[in-house]
């Protein structure tokens, strides 16, 4: 008897063991696509800036367009920025029944306002500018780094991201208590998108913040960034909750999310940021910065320093009065090979950039006889530092420096290694060390770091010798099931007590059945959801597959072995997954441990066909580009309308060919502009401009 | 072959591990051997990581990959702790489970696990 229940302990171990593997693999998956995608952000960003660069426009309507999508789009006026919140015009009909909001904001009123979210109510327009509008003046006052102290109240709550789970900060509430003048709170940024109530959680928040400023901490994270908000959930969800004023909210918001404060310091000895540190991580300067400065922190890629020079000296002897004529005049064709650095293009770039600057110059100007506000410097555009007014007033600093200071703090990540080096896999912010840590808490007298930006399966983990500990409050984040989400409690003793919680109670219960090796239908779902995102991705990539297959199939028989496939595939995927692992889920079926790669990839295509049984390749590059094509396009509707006029699209159309390679004339541009125009109604949406892209490929 | 099984059972014990420096907790190589399609049981599970920390000065508790592949890949080759027939398991239930009720409970499993 002994033996048969050693058997099947053997059995049952390697069950459970195999269940752990499946786990952790997906968890993988989740999360390097995860990253991957972030990436692609800011290579769309590069994409922009080469394009800004190269881009000559050659006419004034050209000129006009690219201004409106990179300068006045990113600059904040005084001026406009009070008709947006010119809230008070804004009527409420009687026949709302959601909350009301007077200010100064009154507990009562947070109560009302969690009471109606719970009940899925809307807060109407008005009440929602007004509350941005309030929550704008009280965080221009605060400084870059709050200060905490727990001396006032006892104890300290700290949670991280939330990305858009109204449904978690509701658990937190309903766990820790609501934020009091005896119940202190630090949110460590990423309120938003990704889930489908951020709107909430910081009408929520917001509120709190008013209410109880001394209490209430929020720190702003990589995702308080109206680039990052366009791709990632948060423009789109505002404009479906608010078709009418939507723009607007969007700009509040915009405006508000700069003014957040970067960091929180708790009784002087714990440290408090959404990302990370970086070796150049420089407090001093954090605390000095123009944090408003900084709209976006996804920026363009930096003109280079030797082109300045010439510019400005170009700029001040030059003599042509006309921009407009001299644009015309010298500007060639838009042509589809970068511009080589010869004196008319050079020119040419000068004359548009000094216009921008000229320009911008007025607008400013305009402004400042508006509003009767004498600023010490004049209003910085973040988007391109080839229009930077103030390179005299600059500080000891450059803004360049500055810029860095801020993009490590929200963006990057603690490594095992030693040293501190670039995220590449981000795409911003960098890697950093124990030593790293160790010096920074050294030359501050700091005890630890507390920071987030990472999805823990915990909800929380400890790094570099418990000095950084990363704090994820949303649960279930990747799926129902995948992970935990906590809160950490600081006493005036600063050792932290964590809570853990998910947010679907089912979810939760499988968790703890899982554990004890009962086979649970939520690995299977979770795994599922990881796999299908994982076939997807690969399908994208066939064209670059299928050469990387024939490269280890020289003999050309179709077939390769399951080695080369897994080689093949993570050289093409760079996703640093173990494929060996995954590849009983991936490839279906082998004959003598070979594949036939060519009916493996049509398989995969088989599954992403949609409706309209348009060529796999084509729908390859459609679904390659595709979130990338949505951010475009929502960058290019200016206004947000969900449509876009013939000669927006046509601009755009020929920055982005010129990115993809491909040839089109004007006249062939105007037939496809034509052509897309399914509805006949003047405008493109963004099905008609998804459609675009097939169209092109298909000509000859 | 020896390639590839060398590559299989590195992609498995990076999964394992966390802080991407090539070691594991020596508490997740049940796991890992298990995975890469073996069925020891825990005396075996043992024997392998003594056997792994032959080399090693002071084995702490962490297995390092460099000595673990070596130990690894020959369990893969040899074909050890090979997995067990379905009748043989379905026979060990039958003689666990007195009442032929089609189920045995965890405590009847334990109790037949401490007893000898």
Not at chain 1, 411 to 424: H, T, V, Y
Not at chain 1, 523 to 539: G, M, T
Not at chain 1, 654 to 672: A, Q, R, V
Not at chain 2, 40 to 51: G, T
Request: proline fraction near 4%; glycine fraction near 4%; aromatic fraction near 10%.
């Amino acid at each position: 008897a002994f033996k048969a229940a050693v058997l099947i302990q053997q059995w049952y171990r390697r069950y459970v063991a195999r269940l752990e593997m499946r786990r952790r693999c997906t968890w993988r998956i989740f999360q390097s696509i995860e990253y991957a995608c972030e990436q692609d952000q800011i290579k769309l960003h590069n994409f922009f800036s080469y394009l800004m660069d190269q881009f000559t426009p050659s006419s004034s309507k050209e000129r006009d367009f690219i201004s409106r999508m990179f300068v006045s789009g990113e600059s904040y006026k005084e001026a406009e920025l009070e008709k947006c919140c010119d809230y008070e015009s804004i009527e409420v009909p009687d026949s709302y029944t959601g909350p009301r909001l007077s200010f100064p904001l009154l507990p009562d009123h947070a109560t009302a306002l969690l009471e109606a979210f719970q009940q899925k109510q809307q807060l109407h327009a008005r009440y929602v500018l007004n509350l941005l509008h309030e929550t704008r003046k009280h965080l221009k006052q605060l400084p870059n780094i709050s200060h905490v102290s727990t001396c006032y109240s006892e104890e300290v709550t700290v949670c991280g991201d939330l990305h858009g789970q109204l449904d978690d900060l509701f658990l937190i509430f309903y766990k820790n208590g609501l934020p009091s003048p005896s119940k202190s709170y630090v949110f460590n940024g990423d309120f938003v998108d990704r889930g489908k109530q951020s709107l909430e959680i910081l009408v929520i928040l917001f509120a709190f913040l008013l209410i109880y400023p001394k209490e209430v901490h929020l720190n702003r994270g990589n995702h308080e960034d109206h680039m990052v908000n366009l791709r990632y959930g948060f423009t789109k969800e505002v404009m479906q909750k608010y078709k009418v004023h939507g723009k607007k909210i969007l700009r509040m918001f915009q405006n508000v999310f700069c003014w957040l404060p970067l960091a929180t310091l708790i009784d002087q000895k714990v440290l408090i940021i959404h990302g990370g540190i970086s070796d150049t991580t420089d407090l001093n300067m954090l605390e000095k910065i123009q944090r408003d400065k900084f709209i976006s922190v996804l920026r363009m890629k930096k003109r280079k320093e030797s082109s300045r020079k010439p510019e400005i000296q170009a700029i001040n002897g030059e003599s042509k009065p006309d921009t407009d004529a001299a644009g015309n005049e010298a500007a060639p064709r838009l042509s589809l090979q970068p511009q080589s650095a010869q004196a008319p293009s050079t020119a040419n770039r000068l004359e548009f950039s000094r216009w921008l600057r000229q320009t911008v110059q007025e607008q400013i100007d305009t402004c400042r006889r508006l509003v009767d506000v004498s600023e010490s410097e004049p209003e910085e555009l973040t988007y391109s530092s080839m229009v930077s007014l103030k390179d005299v007033d600059e500080p000891c600093w450059t803004r360049q420096e500055e810029w860095k200071q801020i993009l490590d703090i929200l963006w990057s990540d603690p490594m095992p290694q030693e040293g501190c080096r670039e995220n590449k896999v981000r795409g911003g912010g960098c890697y950093f060390g124990p030593d790293v840590t160790e010096k920074f808490l050294e030359k501050y007298s700091l005890q630890f770091l507390i920071r987030s930006h990472e999805c823990k399966q915990e909800g929380y983990e400890f790094c570099h010798n418990r000095k950084v500990l990363t704090i994820f409050s949303a649960s279930n984040y990747y799926e129902i099931g995948s992970n935990r989400g906590a809160y950490v409690k600081l006493g005036p003793e600063l050792i932290p007590h964590f809570v853990q919680y998910q947010a679907n109670k089912t979810a939760h219960m499988l968790t703890m059945t899982q554990r004890q090796g009962i086979p649970v239908a939520l690995i299977s779902r979770v795994e599922e959801s990881a796999f299908r995102a994982l076939r997807e991705k690969l399908f994208a990539h066939t064209s670059a597959l299928i050469s990387a297959f024939k490269a280890y199939d020289g003999d050309n028989t179709g077939r390769i072995t399951l080695s080369n496939w897994a080689t093949a595939v993570e050289s093409v995927l760079r996703l640093g997954l173990p494929w060996r692992m995954l590849r009983l889920q991936l490839v279906r079926s082998t004959e003598d441990g070979m594949l036939e790669y060519k009916s493996w990839l049509d398989n995969l295509a088989m599954e992403q066909r949609s409706q309209e049984h348009i060529q796999s390749s084509l729908l390859e590059v459609i679904y390659r580009n595709r979130s990338n094509l949505e951010t475009i396009f929502r960058i290019i509707d200016r206004d947000h309308s969900g449509l876009i006029s013939f000669e927006e699209f046509q601009q755009t159309w020929k920055l982005f060919s010129s990115h993809m390679n491909i040839e089109l004339t004007d006249d062939g541009i105007n037939d496809l502009v034509r052509s897309i125009d399914f509805n006949k109604d003047g405008n493109i949406d963004f099905n008609e401009f998804l459609e675009a892209f097939r169209l092109v490929k298909q000509c000859p | 072959i020896v390639a590839e099984i060398e590559k299989k059972i590195t992609e498995a014990f990076e999964v394992f591990d966390r802080e991407s420096n090539k070691t594991v907790d020596v508490r997740e190589i049940g796991c890992i051997v298990r995975s890469l399609g073996c069925f020891p049981n825990e005396a075996e599970v043992q024997e392998l990581v003594e056997q792994v920390n032959m080399e090693v000065e002071e084995p702490g508790g962490f297995i390092h990959l460099e000595q673990f592949l070596p130990v690894m890949t020959k369990v893969l080759l040899e074909k050890r702790f090979l997995p067990i027939p379905e009748d043989v398991i379905l026979h060990a239930f039958e003689a666990l489970d007195e009442n032929k009720c089609g189920y045995i409970t965890k405590e009847d499993l334990v109790k037949h696990l401490t007893e000898e």
